[in-house]
């Protein structure tokens, strides 16, 4: 149920400062009454869900200020079609940051709602800046904005004079164009427009899936109004460590990378792919695409439909998206072979970023990292992680550790990050591949650790990132509905099978 192409963009991106649990002041933690009654309408966007319904909430731009400027937000909801066996409205949080809620919906609002046996009304909203909301721009140069440019890729031999200087710029661009609503992009400021959502939907509680960077936004809100959350699913979280959060996330997907690759390797040496067999055997597939990779580093190719370069970078990057669900391995394997045909000249296989990210995107994205915790600003301290980083894990060449715009951000961490603690109702259930490309089990393991007995956690053993109604394991999506329809959670953390 993750969000499909663009998020998983959007999330290959990434992806709070206190040391001590956070204390949330009542009025900074409560939603301020009155919010404005929906004006609920037909959804109209291509794609929308048959019966699904759309609405715009104004909320406080600035939440110390309630009376203050408004910024728009767009919200939809599909209802149950079982009004006798209706409970409440089950949240769906998407991922990125940047992913659109509203999209979500249109898109998995019927299968969740078939899921869960009509128990919900099924809602969603767009983030500050996303989709239908009010939109921010920044100004980057298009340049700045190819996506092998934005998320700073290493050179060859593990230069990142280019990211440095194109860091720098992004962040000026942001802090001369982005103004008030930029600055107001913060995952609390997400969760506090969530809460008055649910105010405006006239629920006492919540239930929520949250996927992704949204496991991270449904945490926060679960710690900032525990009182309003009901039955609550984690699907792929990351480590919420406060000090470090986009950062940290970042980091984490060199080694998660290595986590799933084994799984595409067996795939592309399968005899059952008969001529598109990329090897023998699995284990001759990392050497022969590090060579691949390493090739189009010292003799890049082009793009036969852009011109644009076809570069070792571009192919670590196809792979490190690839990895996300097996629907995508056909797409770096397609890649691999058309470089390993034709000689020299233009590959005829489609480029894969044929336009940069949009304006839109590429703001929110580095609002919120940006805005929600302070990152490291010594280039040279990159320059040093990104050194050990591509020697470790060669397979994403050292873009995990790479600098971004953070390093140069104005304005930033107003408000310090939420710490996610075991304070709270028993009432979170947790569930993660062990083989996550961006999510690594082990982040998982320490939003695990801080949660406590409030949450239990499934394990599912595959690849993948995202979990419920998406990888395909009978057991965990069994599980997550039961959750979600009856209340009912594993006694322990457990582990389901593949294959079950």
């Not at 499934?458 to 993948?464: I, K, L, P, R």
Request: charged share 25%; hydrophobic share 35%.
């Amino acid at each position: 149920m993750r969000s499909r192409t663009r998020t998983a963009v959007i999330v290959a991106l990434s992806a709070a400062a206190c040391a001590t649990a956070l204390a949330v002041p009542a009025q900074a933690a409560s939603s301020p009454a009155g919010s404005p009654a929906l004006k609920w309408h037909a959804c109209t966007a291509e794609g929308s869900a048959p019966g699904s319904e759309c609405a715009t909430l104004p909320v406080p731009l600035d939440y110390s200020k309630p009376s203050g400027p408004t910024v728009d937000i767009a919200v939809s909801r599909l209802r149950s079609d079982r009004p006798h066996a209706r409970r409440g409205a089950l949240l769906l949080i998407s991922g990125g940051p940047g992913g659109s809620g509203v999209r979500d919906l249109a898109r998995d609002g019927e299968k969740v709602r078939k899921a869960t046996k009509g128990a919900y009304d099924i809602v969603s909203l767009d983030p500050r800046g996303v989709g239908g909301s009010t939109a921010i721009d920044c100004g980057i140069d298009e340049d700045d904005r190819q996506m092998l440019n934005f998320r700073a890729w290493p050179r060859p031999d593990g230069d990142i004079s280019d990211g440095v200087a194109r860091s720098r710029r992004v962040a000026e661009a942001c802090a001369r164009n982005g103004g008030d609503v930029l600055r107001s992009l913060t995952t609390r400021n997400q969760a506090r427009d969530t809460d008055r959502f649910r105010e405006a939907l006239g629920e006492k509680k919540l239930s929520a899936v949250g996927v992704s960077y949204g496991t991270y936004v449904g945490a926060v809100y679960a710690q900032m109004f525990p009182e309003r959350t009901d039955r609550w699913v984690l699907d792929s979280s990351a480590d919420p460590d406060p000090a470090r959060v986009a950062h940290g996330w970042l980091n984490n997907m060199s080694g998660g990378a290595d986590d799933a690759f084994p799984d595409f390797a067996r795939w592309a040496a399968d005899p059952a792919r008969g001529k598109d067999r990329l090897a023998e055997r699995a284990e001759d597939v990392r050497p022969m695409f590090l060579a691949l990779a390493a090739e189009l580093d010292r003799k890049p190719r082009t793009f036969k439909d852009t011109g644009h370069a076809f570069t070792g970078n571009v192919l670590r990057q196809v792979l490190q998206m690839s990895l996300y669900g097996k629907e995508r391995y056909p797409t770096v394997a397609g890649l691999i072979q058309a470089a390993r045909s034709g000689g020299d000249g233009p590959v005829t296989a489609p480029d894969p970023f044929p336009e940069p990210l949009s304006q839109r995107d590429a703001a929110v994205f580095a609002g919120i990292v940006c805005n929600d915790v302070a990152w490291p600003r010594d280039p040279a301290a990159y320059r040093r992680d990104v050194a050990v980083d591509r020697v470790r894990h060669p397979l994403t060449g050292g873009m995990p550790a790479s600098i971004t715009p953070c390093a140069f951000w104005k304005d930033a961490h107003a408000e310090k990050a939420t710490r996610i603690t075991d304070r709270g109702p028993s009432n979170i259930l947790m569930v993660q591949n062990l083989r996550d490309p961006s999510t690594p089990h082990r982040g998982a393991l320490k939003m695990r650790e801080a949660l406590g007995d409030r949450a239990r956690l499934v394990s599912v053993d595959a690849g993948g990132h995202g979990v419920w109604l998406d990888s395909g394991n009978a057991c965990s999506d069994r599980v997550v509905s039961e959750f979600l329809v009856t209340g009912e959670r594993p006694a322990r953390d457990t582990v389901c099978r593949a294959g079950h």
